[in-house]
């Protein structure tokens, strides 16, 4: 790999079924920086319980790469497609991998989120995701940041203090009206 891999873009791979981890590895190994962003998840069978890490993106994980050089991407097994708009690949923004980086580093109670995000557009001040954007919704009477890969239109939900959340400006998160901190709207409540 050449020495400037950071300045990379990040881009979303799509992998087959089940072949996550591998893909993962066999970018580590050939010196990417990938990251397979997981989910700690309880699973029960007749005889035992036992906690388990799955993709938080099933079929998906991200890879800094050279996208004029991507082939030796491609041809790992496992990988099906670098994802794009149309049949131009397109780069995840550097801000939301870093967001999803923190939450799962984070620790904290998280989820996949799969309603339409309508909520407060916030920045955290403190605590373990300072610096982290996303939407304050509130959910079964708990706050919860949700946080977006807009190009996998995919969300995750982690569970937050709201006194931490700070509402950005119309211009900081153009895409969503701004609220006062009072008017954090319950999931599935529609926005006046």
């Given at each position: 790999?050449?020495?400037?891999?950071?300045?990379?873009?990040?881009?979303?791979?799509?992998?087959?079924?089940?072949?996550?981890?591998?893909?993962?590895?066999?970018?580590?190994?050939?010196?990417?920086?990938?990251?397979?962003?997981?989910?700690?998840?309880?699973?029960?069978?007749?005889?035992?319980?036992?906690?388990?890490?799955?993709?938080?993106f099933p079929g998906y994980l991200f890879c800094r790469l050279?996208?004029?050089?991507?082939?030796?991407?491609?041809?790992?097994?496992?990988?099906?497609?670098?994802?794009?708009?149309?049949?131009?690949?397109?780069?995840?923004?550097?801000?939301?991998?870093?967001?999803?980086?923190?939450?799962?580093?984070?620790?904290?109670?998280?989820?996949?989120?799969?309603?339409?995000?309508?909520?407060?557009?916030?920045?955290?001040?403190?605590?373990?995701?300072?610096?982290?954007?996303?939407?304050?919704?509130?959910?079964?009477?708990?706050?919860?940041?949700?946080?977006?890969?807009?190009?996998?239109?995919?969300?995750?939900a982690v569970e937050i203090d709201a006194s931490t959340a700070?509402?950005?400006?119309?211009?900081?998160?153009?895409?969503?009206?701004?609220?006062?901190?009072?008017?954090?709207?319950?999931?599935?409540?529609?926005?006046?």
């Amino acid at each position: 790999m050449e020495p400037n891999v950071d300045l990379w873009p990040w881009f979303a791979i799509h992998v087959r079924s089940k072949q996550e981890w591998i893909v993962s590895h066999a970018l580590r190994g050939q010196g990417y920086d990938e990251f397979l962003p997981f989910l700690r998840v309880t699973r029960t069978w007749s005889d035992r319980t036992k906690q388990l890490e799955e993709p938080l993106f099933p079929g998906y994980l991200f890879c800094r790469l050279n996208f004029e050089e991507r082939l030796p991407v491609m041809k790992i097994p496992g990988v099906v497609s670098i994802v794009g708009c149309g049949n131009a690949p397109f780069p995840v923004s550097q801000r939301e991998v870093e967001a999803i980086q923190t939450v799962v580093r984070s620790g904290l109670p998280l989820s996949r989120w799969s309603d339409t995000v309508a909520g407060t557009p916030v920045e955290i001040e403190a605590g373990p995701l300072a610096g982290v954007r996303g939407t304050l919704v509130e959910f079964k009477s708990q706050h919860r940041l949700i946080v977006s890969v807009t190009i996998l239109r995919r969300n995750v939900a982690v569970e937050i203090d709201a006194s931490t959340a700070r509402p950005l400006s119309q211009s900081a998160y153009p895409t969503l009206r701004p609220r006062t901190p009072l008017a954090i709207p319950r999931a599935g409540e529609q926005r006046s």
